[in-house]
């Protein structure tokens, strides 16, 4: 006989897992993200659920979950068991809308908290006859468990009427494979008309591999075929490696055929006899309870390792990413210093600017083109760097993420940025250009701007430049003049670095804010591998 492990430290164990299981992000558009994003959501689903909660308290009741397709007839299932209407049933499809719950009434406190569905808000209405208050008023966003309670149901078990698993709304269909994962039996209905269906198949299958507490209903079966439609699906079943499941047969009755009825007694009395052995047998029992909660334990031999290949896909398409973006930077910042050395800032107004200075021109106006013309150089470079970025990534499927080719508008154009920043750079330039003047023992006065414009030109301008450095070591001094330059120099870096490297963060940031490390594929295998070691 199975039994539960409930031991502290497997607890503990179990918790981290779920906690490393919830980090995991998958937030590029590769191949393998939407089923890793949707095996982390059916997983975290499953621990918090089912799994967990199980392991914390096994004495709690039994949670059958009654699937199926739209139309199998789950809700006048459920009623019959129970004996009178708790779930809407009918023609209108898809009908089960809200989740109903139901327990013996010495049950009621399992369920009214928390220990499973934490993200369902409970709505517990008294039994009242009357169609029309069977449907609780509840917010249009708002997820709700509805409980009933019945004393007709055996204690130690709660039957659970979930949403279509093939519903038209989308999150009727999220909501029933939630609520699927938090059983401790599944209860598959299906027809004599749509047995074959993938939709059922797809949840048998699903059940296989997690090896769940499963029994199967094959409802609405016209009298004069019950024995073939019956031995087909055994058929069916048997060759999918699921002989062993319990089948249950429910006929084509008049009270089945509008929805609203409910089944005699004895239709369903081969089931109820059946879900009451499983909860009133301690063995049977606790069979049931270990089978399924190990089956999701032992799946995640399968799952961990899935899950950490597609984190680590995802680093690695991040790191490719920002690898294409350094490239292109490192490119064109090897770019700006081999233009710089040759001295193409000195070139078009600038050039012009140089050649009539000091007759024809200011040194203001020398250094009004110069900042232009190396602010046109960095905005080449950077526009350069983008093309290059925007062509490698063109390959890459994970680029097309949303925001990462989109340039943030209230960051401004990099013009706007690089213009500041050499302005910035020019103001730094002439403080540092007064500070030399002021330092001089000279009567004679020296133009402070003439100094800077003369360091700037001698900087920027290189063969070009000829003589800048001869007149600015007559103005302030060789020695006075190679200390500015060294200092010049080393500001000019300095802001040439800042430039570009603000620039390639603006491009990076976006794929940054996804925070993609490279911890979640480790700490997925290590909380695996303590989990095993527990077990």
């Known amino acids: 006989m199975l039994t539960l492990d409930v031991r502290p430290q497997l607890l503990d164990a179990l918790s981290a897992l779920r906690d490393r299981v919830a980090a995991a992000r998958f937030p590029l558009p590769l191949a393998g993200a939407p089923r890793a994003r949707a095996n982390r959501d059916e997983l975290l689903a499953q621990l918090d659920d089912y799994v967990v909660p199980r392991l914390r308290e096994p004495e709690a009741p039994l949670l059958a979950v009654v699937g199926g397709s739209t139309g199998a007839g789950k809700s006048t299932l459920v009623n019959s068991i129970v004996g009178r209407r708790v779930s809407e049933a009918g023609v209108l499809r898809p009908t089960t809308r809200t989740p109903v719950l139901v327990c013996h009434p010495e049950d009621h406190h399992w369920f009214s908290g928390m220990r499973v569905l934490p993200d369902l808000t409970r709505v517990w209405v008294p039994h009242q006859e009357g169609p029309d208050d069977l449907d609780p008023v509840v917010g249009r966003e708002e997820r709700v468990l509805r409980i009933e309670t019945a004393d007709t149901l055996p204690r130690g078990l709660a039957l659970l009427d979930a949403p279509d698993i093939d519903s038209l709304v989308a999150d009727n269909r999220v909501l029933a494979a939630e609520l699927i994962c938090a059983a401790d039996i599944w209860i598959l209905v299906t027809t004599a008309a749509r047995y074959a269906d993938a939709v059922p198949w797809h949840l048998l299958r699903t059940a296989k591999e997690h090896r769940a507490t499963l029994v199967t209903v094959l409802d609405r079966v016209p009298h004069q075929v019950v024995s073939e439609v019956s031995r ?73 390792p899935q899950l950490a290949g597609a984190a680590a896909a995802q680093y690695a398409a991040a790191l490719r990413l920002t690898a294409a973006v350094d490239t292109a930077y490192d490119s064109e910042y090897a770019r700006v210093r081999n233009r710089l050395e ?50 490698a990534w063109r390959s890459q499927p994970a680029a097309e993420a949303p925001g990462l080719a989109n340039r943030d508008p209230t960051l401004g154009s990099a013009e706007h940025r690089i213009g500041m920043t050499v302005r910035r750079w020019r103001r730094e330039l002439e403080e540092y250009a007064e500070e030399a003047v002021r330092d001089l023992d000279r009567s004679a006065a020296v133009d402070a701007e003439a100094v800077a414009a003369l360091v700037a030109t001698e900087l920027l301008g290189g063969p070009r430049a000829k003589g800048a450095g001869e007149r600015l070591a007559e103005r302030i001094g060789a020695r006075t003049a190679l200390r500015l330059r060294e200092r010049a120099a080393g500001l000019l870096s300095e802001y040439l670095d800042r430039a570009l490297r603000a620039e390639r963060e603006r491009r990076v940031a976006p794929l ?18 303590v989990l095993q070691k527990e077990r």
């Open 232 to 304: 087909q699906y055994g058929a069916l079943l048997t060759k999918a490696g699921l002989g062993h499941v319990p089948r249950f047969t429910v006929p084509e009755l008049p009270e089945s055929a509008w929805g609203g009825g409910l089944l005699p007694a004895t239709a369903v009395a081969p089931l109820l006899a059946w879900l009451t052995y499983q909860v009133q047998d301690p063995e049977a029992r606790e069979t049931a309870m270990a089978r399924t909660a190990y089956g999701v334990l032992d799946s995640l031999r399968s799952r961990m």
């Open 512 to 529: 940054d804010s996804l925070d993609i490390q490279i911890d979640p594929q480790a700490e997925l295998i290590a909380a695996l591998s």
């Open 342 to 391: 040759a001295g193409a800032v000195l070139a078009g107004d600038a050039l012009t600017r140089w050649r009539g200075y000091p007759r024809d021109c200011t040194p203001g106006e020398l250094l009004d083109a110069l900042v232009d013309s190396l602010g046109a150089l960095l905005l080449c470079a950077v526009t350069a760097a983008d093309e290059h970025i925007d062509e």
